[in-house]
């Protein structure tokens, strides 16, 4: 099966180099068209196509090609900050090197391949590290995202002592009593954990105003609530945001989720904690635990790279500073993403 992909934009010179990649990697797997006119582009949408992956300047295109259910668009964007955020889109800026343009589209081409895109079953993805500071949220969130552009319902479950919200200026809408009651008591219903739930790009569950210390709450709470949520809302994934003591509910928790995405750094830190973790976690399957090197610096020193743990990673996300030279971290986290798919 070859598989067709479409790019828009009116650049030739540039479209070249991206067709040029895309087929020394493929080769005869997919079948590559360039659109400079957009006028053209028009015309050619005024019949039904069959399209697996349309790469377009955000200029060329227009809501009626939506029509053609289209399985992944690509926005080339002049700016850095994302112009369209629904499932099913993801916006690459423009003006980052080639490399990783294609290394964007590639993730989408690549599980189109193998077939598993679309293969989706509801899951607990629990977001865990020994080690604080290590960026562990902005991961759960980075990967939330990535998974809702792929077009799957997500809900992102914050079951720290101290939460926060996602977005700011919320501080006025807190967990109800309805939920912190059914907390205390472990029965949970649809229409309560609706009510509590803040829609969203990434819909999430409100957070408690107070500690849960403060509230009378124990963590061990939260198992049955994450489990409820699997049963009783429509999700394909609930991300559970964690914090990085060990206990008997992070232990509950690793063993009721379907995968554990673990990040750490490369510092004397990380590499110390993350050996402590492997004395106390049997982490030998590879399809449930995903290890991510969270704020990878090149050229500096790695102290991971003497345990056993640098074997088992999965994933390295750069720090910002250094995204334009070794990848977009927002291509990183929707390579994580699809290793949940």
Not at 132 to 149: D, I, M, P, S, Y
Not at 236 to 248: A, G, L, P
Not at 255 to 277: R, Y
Request: net charge negative; aromatic share 10%.
């Amino acid at each position: 099966m070859r598989y067709r992909v479409l790019m828009a934009d009116e650049d030739l010179s540039y479209l070249s180099k991206l067709e040029l990649m895309l087929l020394r990697e493929y080769g005869d797997q997919i079948e590559l068209h360039l659109i400079t006119d957009s006028d053209y582009l028009e015309e050619l949408f005024r019949t039904s196509q069959k399209i697996d992956v349309l790469v377009i300047a955000e200029n060329f295109w227009k809501e009626e090609y939506r029509k053609q259910g289209i399985s992944r668009v690509f926005f080339l964007t002049e700016t850095e900050e994302p112009t369209k955020i629904e499932p099913g889109v993801t916006n690459i800026y423009k003006y980052s090197s080639v490399q990783n343009v294609v290394h964007t589209i590639n993730v989408v081409l690549r599980h189109l391949i193998k077939g598993t895109v679309g293969s989706i079953e509801k899951k607990i993805v629990m977001v865990y590290s020994p080690q604080g500071g290590c960026g562990k949220t902005t991961l759960a969130v980075g990967t939330a995202k990535a998974l809702f552009q792929l077009g799957n319902k997500v809900l992102y479950i914050d079951a720290e002592s101290l939460q926060t919200f996602l977005e700011k200026n919320k501080e006025d809408s807190w967990a109800s009593r309805s939920l912190i009651s059914a907390l205390y008591t472990g029965r949970f219903s649809k229409e309560i954990l609706e009510s509590n739930i803040v829609k969203g790009e990434i819909e999430y569950l409100m957070p408690m105003q107070y500690s849960l210390l403060s509230s009378g709450i124990r963590d061990m709470n939260y198992i049955s609530l994450i489990h409820s949520a699997k049963e009783l809302l429509v999700y394909d994934y609930i991300i559970v945001d964690t914090s990085s003591d060990f206990n008997d509910f992070k232990a509950q928790l690793i063993a009721m989720s379907d995968q554990v995405i673990i990040p750490c750094l490369q510092d004397i830190q990380g590499a110390v904690k993350m050996e402590a973790m492997l004395r106390n976690i049997n982490v030998s399957d590879k399809k449930k635990y995903i290890f991510v090197c969270n704020k990878f610096r090149i050229g500096e020193e790695n102290k991971l790279v003497d345990t056993a743990i640098w074997q088992m990673i999965n994933y390295k996300i750069p720090y910002r500073n250094q995204d334009e030279q070794s990848g977009n971290s927002d291509t990183m986290y929707m390579e994580v993403a699809y290793s949940l798919i």
